[in-house]
């Protein structure tokens, strides 16, 4: 079985502070991704990464960077947090195997407040 | 880049009916298409996909069907059950290196007993 794991269930955070969410797998998947959810907006990708120190933007980016330094792991960061980044934010996990895309796995969620 | 729509954004319905869920997709290369499930206070998972090689898939009482010239899918629901209730994310992707899906903004299903 699957299991990608957040590094917390809720976080309260003061605007302009430094954020950092965590994300690990256990199935040595490739891909690596990071989505916010917010009511009536769906997922929305903020970053994604398909290799080791690799990355890519996805719809959402500003406000936010990643670091992906093991495979297993890959972490969100608010480099200075706002009111606006108020949200749940789901990390999920893939495997790689050729051109077309597999399933998502995703992580129980973190709901972040920002006071 | 790809724009999923999704329709209705909520929908009730009575135990034992059907429920059919609506996307539209902007990019015609698209050629993956998933369906998510998320319970309430738990995380999405995928419940069905369909590859665009193919017209309809189904699996039990879920089945999705795909209209290639359209550029729309649906997901139905036969016989619904109460642990149907949940909201479910259509998604789309393009191929391509980037294993990247688009989703669809949800749609909240309440299956009435």
């Known amino acids: 079985d699957v299991k990608v794991t957040q590094s917390s269930r809720y976080l309260v955070k003061r605007t302009g502070e430094k954020v950092f969410l965590e994300c690990v797998q256990d199935m040595d998947h490739e891909n690596m991704f990071w989505y916010r959810q917010d009511p009536g907006l769906g997922l929305r990708l903020i970053y994604f990464s398909y290799d080791v120190k690799m990355k890519e933007k996805g719809d959402i980016p500003e406000g936010y960077s990643v670091s992906r330094e093991k495979k297993e792991r890959f972490s969100l960061i608010l480099e200075s947090a706002s009111t606006n980044q108020t949200s749940m934010y789901l990390c999920?996990?893939?495997?790689?195997?050729?051109?077309?895309?597999?399933?998502?796995?995703f992580g129980p969620g973190t709901r972040l407040l920002v006071l | 880049g790809e724009n999923v729509e999704q329709h209705p954004s909520t929908l009730s319905v009575q135990e034992g009916d059907s429920a059919v869920i609506k996307c539209t997709y902007s990019?015609?290369?698209?050629?993956?298409f998933p369906w998510y499930k998320q319970e309430l206070g738990k995380r999405p998972q995928l419940i069905i996909d369909?590859?665009?090689?193919?017209g309809e898939k189904k699996d039990q009482r879920i089945a999705v069907t795909l209209n290639k010239t359209a550029k729309h899918f649906s997901l139905h629901i036969t016989e619904t059950q109460p642990e149907d209730s949940a909201v479910y994310f259509c998604a789309a992707s393009i191929p391509g290196g980037y294993q990247k899906v688009t989703f669809g903004t949800g749609t909240k299903l309440q299956v009435i007993p």
């Open positions: 369909i590859r665009s090689n193919v």
């Open positions: 999920a996990s893939s495997l790689y195997l050729g051109g077309t895309p597999e399933t998502q796995y």
């Open positions: 990019d015609s290369a698209s050629n993956y």
